[in-house]
């Protein structure tokens, strides 16, 4: 008995595919559509390239967000000696270059890409809406990491507070640039107009401002609602408590837990937008 190669089968189904796609062409059947982009290659692919693009355009705001935090707590040097304040002025001016770039640019991003047509680009290509939104989203949290170590590390130097528990930084900064960067997208994606987008973004960073940075506790009692519904504190109270001589963990991952929760609904608010926004 003789054995075929295995080449030799390979050969033959491709010619008996070719053939019968062929014939289904000349009946005028259409040919089957490739399988659709799954959502971490998409995702992925989304990602490098907004960074990339992030990384040539956006660094001289970069500076301008870090130079405005550390110029914040060169100010508040003298109001505020050290103790709990401190360590509020400090977390809360981290956080507020994760909120310039994330929320506020992300915000004019999108809303740019809305009226002048982008999003058509985006819904030509065969991926998933999430990973669109996921993608710039985290390109743009990416991009503050510098910026908000400096910030951090500078204000720890500056109010004389302990670095050891800075590591924490590396759940604070994808935490809350996930809140703030879908809070961010889905303004940008339902703002009716740029000028909107811009405008909303600017007043979501101002928000991030004054009641993140300024302690809590010198805020008016209705502010302080505000200041629960804004995505941004959660990441500040868990940063502000890192820098207590013996922090208070359970607390810290209870902030963190929170922080993640209202990540994952402002990107899926982020995500629907985005799906409403590519139809019309």
Same mark, same amino acid.
């Given at each position: 008995m003789s054995i075929v190669p295995a080449e030799a089968v390979a050969g033959k189904s491709r010619t008996v595919t070719d053939t019968r796609a062929a014939s289904d062409a000349a009946d005028g059947a259409p040919a089957p559509l490739a399988p659709r982009a799954r959502l971490l290659p998409s995702m992925a692919a989304v990602y490098r390239a907004q960074l990339s693009r992030a990384r040539v355009a956006r660094i001289p705001l970069l500076f301008v967000a870090t130079f405005?935090?550390?110029?914040?707590?060169?100010?508040?040097? *003298?109001?505020?000696? *050290?103790?709990a304040e401190a360590r509020a002025v400090v977390a809360g001016s981290s956080v507020l270059v994760v909120a310039f770039v994330a929320l506020n640019l992300l915000a004019q991003y999108f809303g740019q890409l809305r009226a002048t047509?982008?999003?058509?680009?985006?819904?030509?290509?065969?991926?998933?809406?999430?990973?669109?939104?996921? *993608? %710039?989203?985290?390109?743009?949290? @990416?991009?503050?990491?510098? =910026?908000?170590?400096? #910030?951090?590390? #500078? =204000?720890? +130097? +500056?109010?004389?507070?302990?670095? #050891?528990?800075?590591?924490?930084?590396? %759940?604070?900064?994808?935490?809350?640039?996930a809140a703030l960067a879908g809070l961010g997208a889905?303004? *940008? +994606?339902?703002?009716?107009?740029?000028?909107? %987008? #811009?405008? +909303?973004?600017?007043?979501?960073? @101002?928000?991030?401002?004054l009641l993140g940075v300024l302690p809590a506790d010198r805020l008016p009692g209705p502010i302080t609602y505000a200041r629960d519904l804004l995505p941004s504190t959660y990441g500040v109270e868990a940063l502000a408590r890192s820098f207590d001589r013996h922090p208070d963990w359970p607390a810290v991952a209870l902030d963190l837990a929170v922080c993640a929760a209202v990540g994952v609904v402002s990107l899926a608010v982020a995500t629907w937008a985005y799906r409403r926004a590519a139809v019309r």
């Amino acid at each position: 008995m003789s054995i075929v190669p295995a080449e030799a089968v390979a050969g033959k189904s491709r010619t008996v595919t070719d053939t019968r796609a062929a014939s289904d062409a000349a009946d005028g059947a259409p040919a089957p559509l490739a399988p659709r982009a799954r959502l971490l290659p998409s995702m992925a692919a989304v990602y490098r390239a907004q960074l990339s693009r992030a990384r040539v355009a956006r660094i001289p705001l970069l500076f301008v967000a870090t130079f405005q935090s550390v110029g914040i707590m060169i100010l508040m040097r *003298g109001v505020v000696d *050290g103790g709990a304040e401190a360590r509020a002025v400090v977390a809360g001016s981290s956080v507020l270059v994760v909120a310039f770039v994330a929320l506020n640019l992300l915000a004019q991003y999108f809303g740019q890409l809305r009226a002048t047509g982008g999003l058509d680009h985006y819904a030509t290509l065969p991926v998933p809406p999430a990973a669109v939104v996921l *993608g %710039a989203a985290g390109a743009y949290a @990416s991009f503050t990491v510098p =910026g908000t170590a400096v #910030t951090a590390v #500078t =204000g720890s +130097l +500056l109010f004389d507070l302990p670095l #050891t528990h800075l590591w924490v930084l590396v %759940a604070v900064i994808p935490l809350a640039g996930a809140a703030l960067a879908g809070l961010g997208a889905a303004l *940008g +994606l339902l703002a009716p107009r740029q000028e909107l %987008a #811009t405008l +909303l973004g600017q007043l979501g960073m @101002s928000a991030a401002l004054l009641l993140g940075v300024l302690p809590a506790d010198r805020l008016p009692g209705p502010i302080t609602y505000a200041r629960d519904l804004l995505p941004s504190t959660y990441g500040v109270e868990a940063l502000a408590r890192s820098f207590d001589r013996h922090p208070d963990w359970p607390a810290v991952a209870l902030d963190l837990a929170v922080c993640a929760a209202v990540g994952v609904v402002s990107l899926a608010v982020a995500t629907w937008a985005y799906r409403r926004a590519a139809v019309r």
